[in-house]
C-alpha cells in the first residue's frame, strides 16, 4: 500500500463542484470517502473514477451510507448549499460524535424562514452560520469552515489557490490544513470564524452586482468603484454582527470578492450577468445547476440590515433589482447620486 492509502480516510458530505475539488484537493494527502445522495454519481466515481466530467483520483471512493462515512472519517468537510445544510445535519446527527471535526465549505447563512418570495422580519438570533447549525444540530464541538477564492473548476484543473480554514480550536486549523496543503494549494489560518463565514456568504451578494455591471457592458472605474463600495458595506454589515473588520481584508475578504465577482465561473456573477441581459430572476433560479447563494443570502441579510439600522445602499439596490424588478439604470443613478462623504470610513 502507498502512504496514502495506509492513511485514515477523510469524509466529504456532498459531491457539487467544491466537494468535489475539495476531494481532489485531498485525495493527495489522504484517502478521501465522498458522500453523496445520487446512486449513478457513487457508480461513476468508485467504477470510472470521473464526476462531473473531472477524472478522480484512486484515493477517492463514494459512498451514499452517511453511517458509513461517519463510522470510518474524523475528520469531515460538510459542503452543501446553505438551504440544505441544516436538513443535512439533522439526518447526519445519528451517526456524528463528539470527537468527529468537521470543516465547512457552504457560504451562506440558515434561517427559519427562508423563503426567496415571503417577506419577513429577521434578526441576528434568527440567522445562524454553518458552524452555529453544526453545533446547534449534532453532538460535535470542533467546527471550522473554509473561506477564500475557491473557484471550483480552477481548482479542479490544478491551478495554484488558497483558503482560509477558521476555527477557535488549534487542531481544527492544523488537521485542516494538513488534508488540504500541497505544493498548489495553500491554507492559511484565522480564529475568527464568525468573520471569515460572513465575509465568504456577504461577498457572494456583492458578486451579483459585478455580474450586473458585467452584463451591462460598463468598463473598469465603475467596476473598481462598486467592489469598493461593496466591500465597505460587507464590512459595516460584518461590524454590526459581532465580526472583526480584518476578516474581511484578508483571502476570505477581499479575496474571495475580487475571484467571485471577476468571473464568468462564479454563479452568483453569472446570475447578475444574466439578469442584466433580460431573464428573470425566478427563470435564472429556476435552470441553474446550482444554486447562487447570493440570491438566497441577499434576501437574508437585507432583512438583518434593517433590524440595525445599517446605512446599506448597494445591498438594498440589488435587493430591489432582483425581487421587486427595479430597472437596472435607476438603481445605478441612485447610487451615483448616493450621499457618500468619507471614502475608509470602518478603520
Known amino acids: ?95 456524528l460524535r463528539p470527537d ?52 471550483a473548476a480552477e481548482i479542479m484543473e490544478g491551478q495554484p489557490a488558497a483558503t482560509v480554514i477558521a476555527s477557535k480550536y488549534n487542531e481544527v486549523i492544523k488537521l485542516g490544513r494538513l488534508a488540504l496543503q500541497s505544493p498548489r494549494f495553500q491554507a492559511y489560518a484565522s480564529h475568527d470564524i ?41 464590512i459595516h454589515v460584518g461590524k454590526a454582527m459581532g465580526a472583526d473588520t480584518s476578516a474581511f481584508l484578508g483571502l476570505a475578504g477581499i479575496g474571495d470578492l475580487v475571484a467571485t465577482a471577476a468571473s464568468t465561473q462564479s454563479r452568483n456573477y453569472t446570475f447578475g450577468k444574466r439578469l442584466a ?18 440570491v438566497r443570502t441577499l434576501k437574508t441579510i437585507r432583512e438583518v440590515i434593517k433590524s440595525y439600522g445599517t446605512h446599506t445602499p448597494i445591498i438594498e439596490m440589488l435587493y430591489q433589482v432582483v425581487f421587486e424588478q427595479l430597472d437596472i439604470n435607476d438603481a445605478i443613478t441612485y447610487l451615483m447620486n448616493y450621499k457618500y462623504s468619507i471614502d475608509v470610513d470602518f478603520l
Open 1 to 95: 500500500m502507498s502512504d496514502i492509502s495506509a492513511r485514515k480516510p477523510v469524509g466529504i458530505i456532498g459531491a457539487g463542484s467544491f466537494g468535489t475539488a475539495v476531494a481532489g484537493l485531498i485525495a493527495m494527502n489522504y484517502p478521501v470517502i465522498i458522500c453523496t445522495r445520487r446512486e449513478e454519481a457513487m457508480s461513476n466515481i468508485n467504477d470510472k473514477h470521473l464526476h462531473m466530467g473531472v477524472q478522480m483520483s484512486k484515493h477517492v471512493r463514494a459512498t451514499t451510507s452517511m453511517e458509513e462515512l461517519a463510522a470510518s472519517c474524523a475528520l469531515i468537510f460538510p459542503i452543501v448549499s446553505s438551504e440544505n445544510f441544516r436538513e443535512m445535519i439533522r439526518e447526519s446527527a445519528a451517526y
Open 100 to 151: 468527529h471535526i468537521l470543516i465547512h465549505g457552504t457560504k451562506g447563512f440558515d434561517t427559519s424562514k427562508p423563503s426567496l418570495t415571503a417577506n419577513f422580519n429577521i434578526k441576528r438570533k434568527g440567522i445562524h452560520t454553518m458552524s452555529e447549525v453544526i453545533l446547534q444540530e449534532s453532538a460535535v464541538v470542533r467546527v471550522g469552515c473554509l473561506s477564500g477564492p475557491n473557484l
Open 194 to 234: 464568525l468573520g471569515a463565514e460572513l465575509a465568504g456568504a456577504l461577498k457572494n451578494i456583492i458578486a451579483l452586482g459585478s455580474g450586473i455591471l458585467g452584463g451591462m457592458g460598463m468598463g473598469k472605474n465603475v467596476w473598481a468603484l462598486y467592489l469598493t463600495r461593496g466591500l465597505i458595506e460587507m
Open 277 to 294: 441581459q433580460g431573464e428573470s430572476a425566478a427563470t435564472i433560479i429556476g435552470n441553474m445547476n446550482e444554486i447562487a447563494e447570493g
